[in-house]
């Protein structure tokens, strides 16, 4: 039948980039399931889930006349613009919760108690120092993972290594950080 979508992937993949919207709705139709619960598995909510769905696949449409499907499925590359999306998602989050808090906290009543504040700057400067002696792949992970927000696969694409390095190392890197903590307090 003329006009008639493919069912394989690579089919529906290279005519979507043509410009075809039939075929990019039948790539939407296979993958929204699986694309809104992985976003939901990672942000943690239905309105963030759809939310972080529709960007996904918003992505994807602009990216696919640049992109060249390397298996049978578009389900892969679809998964990894979700894992991005969802930590940007969680990240813009974390700075607009900072954000908010803010102002809040300028109508606290300004008492000062010394003493704490002395052990908080020490505390913080035991751990900066621990931080800083810890090797240049070690801090970047806690830059990316401590600082930043961002979830293990996404410091571990960031950084060019395996997702289990990134968990492993910051496993370690929180147990120093713990002793340290410990020790100072």
């Not at 139709?29 to 996904?56: F, M, S």
């Not at 918003?58 to 979700?82: H, M, N, Q, Y």
Request: net charge negative; with cysteine; glycine share 8%.
């Amino acid at each position: 039948m003329e006009g008639e979508i493919p069912a394989g992937d690579a089919e529906r993949v290279a005519l979507a980039a043509g410009g075809s919207e039939r075929a990019f709705r039948a790539l939407y139709r296979a993958y929204v399931r699986p694309v809104y619960w992985l976003a939901h598995g990672l942000v943690g909510n239905p309105a963030d889930a759809e939310e972080v769905t529709q960007e996904t696949f918003l992505v994807a449409w602009r990216k696919l006349p640049g992109f060249d499907l390397a298996g049978e499925s578009l389900l892969p590359w679809l998964a990894t613009i979700c894992r991005f999306q969802s930590a940007n998602r969680v990240r813009r989050q974390r700075r607009d919760r900072e954000h908010t808090a803010a102002p809040a906290d300028e109508s606290l009543p300004a008492t000062v108690d010394v003493e704490q504040q002395v052990i908080d700057e020490r505390l913080a400067e035991a751990i900066l120092k621990e931080v800083a002696g810890l090797g240049e792949l070690d801090r970047a992970i806690f830059r990316l993972c401590a600082t930043e927000g961002y979830a293990y696969q996404a410091a571990a694409d960031e950084l060019g290594v395996a997702h289990g390095v990134v968990r492993n190392r910051l496993s370690r890197i929180r147990t120093r950080l713990r002793t340290v903590v410990k020790e100072s307090t």
